[in-house]
């Protein structure tokens, strides 16, 4: 189970950070990253983690603006989020793929098919 939440409003330019607890499965056995999806917008990819060495994805549209970091000891995933922008709106959920599945595809570049839990949304607004 995930349980993401953090989100809110916030104007031009500043920053959030969202977290994403997992209970029930070790982040040892599977990776977690984030999505997004805004009005009438497909769900996209925004961040995950490849692997348990901390590999990283960034969608280019996030990369230099947010950070995707993770407390194993807590069973927890962040997503800080800078400079955010207007486009930046939408409900952000996070999401958690098995370890071993995550080598041979990139979950985090999809719309998230196939992965294996979610996290109820959190709404982002950015207001210019």
């Known amino acids: 189970q995930l349980q993401a939440f953090g989100g809110g409003l916030v104007q031009v330019g500043g920053s959030l950070r969202l977290s994403c607890a997992a209970s029930?499965?070790?982040?040892?056995?599977?990776?977690i990253g984030w999505f997004r999806q805004a009005p009438g917008k497909e769900r996209e990819g925004v961040a995950g983690f490849r692997n348990n060495d901390d590999e990283t994805y960034y969608a280019d549209f996030v990369k230099g603006r947010f950070i995707i970091s993770k407390d194993n000891a807590k069973n927890m995933v962040f997503l800080q989020m800078n400079n955010l922008k207007p486009e930046d709106t939408a409900v952000y959920y996070c999401?958690?793929?098995?370890?071993?599945?995550?080598?041979?595809?990139?979950?985090?570049?999809?719309?998230?098919?196939?992965?294996?839990?979610w996290g109820r949304g959190t709404q982002v607004t950015v207001s210019s």
């Open positions: 029930g499965f070790s982040l040892d056995e599977f990776v």
């Open positions: 999401a958690a793929v098995w370890v071993v599945k995550e080598r041979y595809s990139n979950s985090w570049k999809g719309n998230g098919l196939g992965l294996d839990y």
